[in-house]
């Protein structure tokens, strides 16, 4: 099976090709942003031979809706370059879909935490080095927060052969919003806003088909920073 996603060199793109070394990764990004892999798929052989894809996407898609519906069906708010491209993927891996046989699961991924990238890495760094958290976040934003590992549970259930779909859309988060600056109060760091403001205020999303397939987060971001 095929997997898609922008970065491989990123942090969750590192741990996903360690944990399943057998399948392969095809990136999408890294610089400019390159879609040709795909549309060739249309005539050519190098359709992946089971004609299965599965495309890492983001929350950030949805922009700001106060709760991130789970369906294929809806209208997009792009508001930042990641959910431009992540969008423009779908839109394509869809397209590819209804031309040809090959089957998608497009994975609408919340902000990732549990190593040294993302938001709460740099909170935890910063109390750490009693330093001031430095975030581009409005006071009132929020966001929807998901342990790698949680991440790796839903891939592998996929990539094992345990779940089925033709062309499936799935939110990976915790379903819960969780306010970063509150949250850094709550730790005792200091909070320094650095502009353009984000435009994404908050992030919840319905985790309805998680919750089906017994795959809901079991790693709670409040109580992973208490523990470490």
């Known amino acids: 099976m095929k997997i898609l996603l922008d970065d491989w060199n990123s942090e969750v793109g590192k741990a996903i090709k360690e944990e399943f070394k057998e399948h392969e990764f095809i990136p999408l990004g890294c610089g400019e942003y390159d879609l040709t892999i795909l549309t060739k798929w249309e005539t050519s052989r190098d359709v992946p031979m089971d004609k299965k894809v599965i495309f890492l996407s983001a929350l950030e898609v949805y922009g700001n809706k106060t709760i991130l519906p789970s369906h294929v069906e809806f209208k997009p708010d792009i508001l930042t ?8 993927t779908e839109v394509t891996l869809e397209y590819l879909h209804n031309a040809t046989e090959i089957k998608v699961l497009i994975l609408r991924v919340g ?32 966001r929807d927060f998901i342990y790698i590992k949680d991440l790796l549970k839903v891939l592998r259930y996929y990539l094992e052969g345990r779940g089925d779909f033709n062309f499936k859309t799935i939110n990976v988060s915790s379903g819960k919003e969780t306010n970063v600056i509150k949250l850094a109060e709550k730790m005792g760091v200091e909070v320094g806003f650095i502009t353009p403001l984000h435009l994404i205020e908050w992030q919840r999303a319905d985790l309805t088909d998680l919750e089906f397939l017994e795959l809901k987060p079991e790693i709670n971001i409040e109580e992973w920073i208490k523990e470490g």
């Open 111 to 142: 902000e990732l935490f549990g190593g040294e990238e993302g938001i709460i890495a740099d909170l935890v760094n910063a109390k750490k080095n009693k330093e001031v958290f430095k975030t581009n976040l409005k006071p009132s934003a929020s």
């Open 81 to 88: 370059d990641k959910a431009f491209h992540s969008y423009i």
